[in-house]
């Protein structure tokens, strides 16, 4: 059993940063890959990063590549996700995600979630 519990979120100037974190219970979570979804108002949850249970291999949504950086601490059991130059289209509830599969780009390889936590971007 995995518990995951997201931090960080809050309001941003379009151009501005923030940084997400999610906390992890459990003490087989070094074995999970994880990841971070979002989820605006109206709009479906969607994908936005991933990384292996080592963080040997990252992936992004192209909407955040090159602004956005997943990465994680084991020994903390804490995944992180730097974001950069925000746009007022990031705005949304942030989850955090872990599975097994070792790259988790869709909700259907996601075997635990968190609560979320709401990034708010102003033009």
């Known amino acids: 059993q995995v518990q995951l519990v997201e931090s960080g979120g809050g309001l941003v100037q379009a151009g501005g940063s923030l940084r997400l974190s999610c906390a992890a219970s459990g003490r087989t979570f070094s074995s999970y890959a994880a990841g971070w979804f979002r989820q605006a108002p109206g709009k479906e949850r969607e994908f936005v990063a991933t990384?292996?249970?080592?963080?040997?291999?990252?992936y992004y949504a192209d909407s955040v590549k090159g602004r956005f950086t997943i990465s994680r601490d084991n020994a903390k059991r804490t995944v992180y996700l730097q974001m950069n130059s925000l746009k007022p289209e990031d705005a949304a509830v942030y989850y955090c995600?872990?599975?097994?599969?070792?790259?988790?780009?869709?909700?259907?390889?996601?075997?635990?979630w968190g609560k979320g936590t709401l990034v708010t971007v102003s033009s």
């Open positions: 995600a872990a599975g097994l599969n070792y790259k988790i780009d869709s909700r259907d390889k996601v075997d635990y």
């Open positions: 990384i292996s249970w080592s963080g040997g291999f990252t």
